[in-house]
């Protein structure tokens, strides 16, 4: 195999000049830090979450930083809302190159024997199902392009139970499964599929774990880098998935979890 003659530049390694890429759950939190570093990078970016006004708010800030943005909103819990923001992405930027299948719901607390079946299937039907729904509707923009990758918002609760999160745990770890499922299947077709598995970082999701010390304490104390962690630890990853510093990477899961892992 032939190495490439000519230098790559650090901006074509990890630039986005020119891609277009769909965020979901980028009204907040790592989704919101994410649609920002990619825009920095020169990504044209569609900002998406439920609410109209926070989408646009998120997406404004991105344009007065001197960045392209348009704000769709979606629930990705409703395919007609996904068939919708998939189809005004392409019309508006002529096609797909990054999908961060980010958005994801906890609705329960407490023991799995406790979580009734509407929590189940809700929790199913946005941490796995919508993400599979996505990424099935970008897929054909993507194979026709030849290129595309799809970055999952999974977490380490994918891979150890997190305690009180079992149900939310399972969905995880079924993400990670059709990371590795769509990686296998697309490959072919140029499309690149991958998973980001957080620890605790400090947002709104996690606020319960990290509201109350002494819970923040059992979670984090023990660990190499004994603190949570914070959206702009996370963002780079999804920057480095996205950009061709990643072309030979597929079906992984990156970890950025202060040492959770070892
Ligand atoms: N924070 C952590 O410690 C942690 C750890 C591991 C993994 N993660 C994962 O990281 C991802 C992002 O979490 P975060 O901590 O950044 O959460 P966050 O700050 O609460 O943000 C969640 C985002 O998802 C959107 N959203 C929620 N339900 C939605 C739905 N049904 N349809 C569309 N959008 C929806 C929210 O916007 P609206 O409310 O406006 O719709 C918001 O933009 C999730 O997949 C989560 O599982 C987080």
């Known amino acids: 195999m032939e190495e490439p003659s000519v230098p790559i530049s650090e901006r074509q390694l990890f630039g986005l000049d020119g891609k277009v ?35 646009e ?36 930027y002529g096609g797909i190159d990054i999908l ?11 023991p799995a024997v406790d979580c009734s079946s509407v929590a189940f299937d809700k929790i199913m039907q946005v941490n796995v199902k919508a993400a599979f729904e996505l990424a099935k509707m970008v897929f054909p923009v993507m194979k026709k392009q030849g290129r595309g990758s799809i970055i999952m918002m999974s977490s380490i609760a994918g891979q150890t139970p997190d305690p009180g999160l079992g149900i939310y745990s399972v969905s995880k770890a079924a993400l ?26 400090k947002t709104k999701f996690s606020q319960a774990l990290w509201d109350d010390e002494a819970i923040l304490g059992r979670f984090v104390n023990h ?37 959770t892992n070892i």
């Open 100 to 110: 961060v299948n980010n958005a994801a719901t906890n609705p329960v607390f407490g």
């Open 57 to 92: 708010l998120v997406a404004a800030g991105i344009r007065k930083a001197g960045g392209e943005a348009t704000g769709i909103a979606a629930h990705i819990g409703d395919s007609d809302q996904l068939r919708h923001l998939v189809d005004r992405t392409v019309a508006l």
């Open 21 to 55: 890429a769909l965020v979901t759950g980028a009204s907040k939190g790592i989704g919101e830090e994410i649609a920002r570093l990619y825009a920095r990078f020169g990504a044209r970016v569609v900002v998406s979450s439920r609410r109209q006004s926070s989408v």
């Open 176 to 201: 990670n499964m059709l990371t590795k499922v769509l990686a296998r299947e697309w490959g072919p077709d140029g499309i690149r599929v991958n998973a980001i598995c957080p620890g605790l970082i």
């Open 223 to 259: 660990l190499p880098i004994p603190r949570m962690g914070s959206v702009e630890e996370i963002s780079p990853l999804a920057l480095f998935l996205a950009s061709e510093a990643s072309s030979y990477c597929t079906g992984s899961f990156f970890y950025a979890d202060g040492g």
